[in-house]
Each structure stands twice: as C-alpha cells, then as structure tokens.
C-alpha cells in the first residue's frame, strides 16, 4: 500500500509539473517557422520602415524569418481586422500606431474592440509631430501664430493628411486647449497637403517629421514648435508646444501587438527581442533620421499606455463633434 500511494504522490507531481515544463519547452521553440508582420499601410512610408527595421532583428535573435504584409485600407482597420480574426498561435502580428487609439471612437462600427482583442506586446518608437506654416505666413513664433489666428477668427485654414489621422487630431486639440478656431482642409495622405503648404495654397499644417524634415532645413516650410513636450535633437533650435500651450503632449509611436490568447510565452519572448532591437546602436541612429526615439518597455507598460491614449482622443474627437466620413 504504501509502495502504491508513494508512486501515486510521484505520478501526480509529474503531472503538476507538465504544464510548466510545456510552458517552458514552448518558449524554447518559439518561433518554429516565419512569422507574419501584418503593417495597415502601404509600403514605403514610416510603419513599412519601422516594421523592417524591428522584423530584420528579431529574424536575426529568433532564428526564424519575420515577413512583412502590407495590408492598407479603411483607415488601418483591414489590416488590424486580419491579425484579430487570425490564429492565436504568435505567429501573426501587427505593427500598429496611434491610429488603432483613435479609430476606437472615430469609427462608430468595427468589428472589434482594439483593447480587447489585440494584446500588446512591445512599443517600439516615438516622437513628435511639428506645427509648419508657409513662409509667407506673417508669424514666426507660437504666441505670434495663436495671436494672429485670434485676430483672424474663421479665416486661417490647416491642412491635414486625412479626416481622423493623428495630425487632424493634434490640430483639433490645439483648437480646444489655446482657443482657436482654425479649419481644418483634408487631403488624402501626407504628400498632398504639404504640397499645398509649401504652394501656400494653405498656410498652416502639423506634419509628421520624416516627410517634412528636409524642406524644414531648406527653409521651404518654417516650423514653429515640436508636438511633445521636449525638443527633438534634430531640430534644436525649434521649441516644445508645451512651453506656449501648457499640458499639449502629442505623439506618434509604433508598437507590435497579438490577437488575444497569443501564448503567454511568445509574449513575452517577442518583447525581449524587440527591447534588445531597441538598444542596438544602429537601430536607434536609424530612428534618430525619421524623427523619433526607441519606446521599450514591457507589454504591461504598453498597455497601459494604449488604455491612456484612447481615452485621450476619445475625448477629442467626442468634444470636438469629429465623425467619420
């Protein structure tokens, strides 16, 4: 009896143990075979670049390729719908930005809930936007800009990337916090409306700062202020909007995300190699040339950060009466 009850106690710690050990052996093997990097934009632009960048190193730590799928459309929504509807085994992923905070309260239907069916795995990069006005445009500095949009109420026109995009938003939310009034004239993607600012067909714009960089140091468009509340190193000389417009802080940053019920243990795993990406020299440099910094942290901290985010410009586009066209 007691030789059976001691091979029942050894047994049954066996069996406690397998999930563990499953745990751990999983962790160990992950990935087996490529992994899909699904990006909601067209090749070329910053998300391509950013998911690249991140993809090639992860292929290098992991042992596995990372390739990446372009799949643009419906404002980011197809192709964060793709990765929500695909296995839940980590091997599909999305490279995803502020648009999937936004679109949370732009969009009145979607069939999913970003917070709830996508589980963050990583940040990846941050930085800021920049206020740009025409040459022409008679202020040189943020007080001068707000005082001559005051004096000239429903007069000075902004051009955006898009109804709903972070740059529309950030304008919206200058708007609301320094008193403003300015409208806002929607194109369709970054390179038309600074076309039309550096035409001067529109004065004013706030632009990501990859696509507008160059013509800031050629003096083709003069920039007033970054959108963050610190200065970008690139652009020294140009001032925080949060030294004029107190609290105004905005970002644009790209992070990795997971349909919900990934394994725990590719989580985390992923994380680690995007943070140890994040500390190579060359990668930083690289981000460094399109305006941002590396954004690591855990998949605890990026969360956190998504939850923050999305009541934010919930908060603005519900204040500011924005709808999706």
Known sequence: MKLFRREFLHLAASAAALPAWSRFARAQTYPTRPVRVVVPYPPGGGADITARLIGQSLSEQLGQPFVIESRPGAGTNIGTETVVNAPRDGYTLLLFDAAATINATFYEKLSFNFIRDIVPIGAVTRGPLVLLVNPAFPAKTVPEFIAYVKANPHKVNMASPGNGTLNHLSGEMLNMMAGLDMLQIHYRGASPSLTD?????????????APSIEYIRA?????????TSKRLEELPGIPAMADFVPSYDIMGWYGVGAPKGTPIESINRLNKG???????????????????????????????????????WGNVIRTAGIRAE
């Open 197 to 209: 600012v550096l035409g001067g067909q529109v004065p004013v714009t706030i632009s990501t700062i």
């Open 274 to 312: 995007i943070n140890a990406a994040l500390a190579d020299a060359k990668i930083k440099a690289r981000f460094a040339e399109l305006g941002g910094d590396v954004f690591p942290g855990s998949p605890e901290d990026f969360g956190k950060f998504i939850a923050s985010e999305t009541e934010k």
């Open 219 to 227: 003096g083709k468009l003069r920039a007033l202020a970054v959108t």
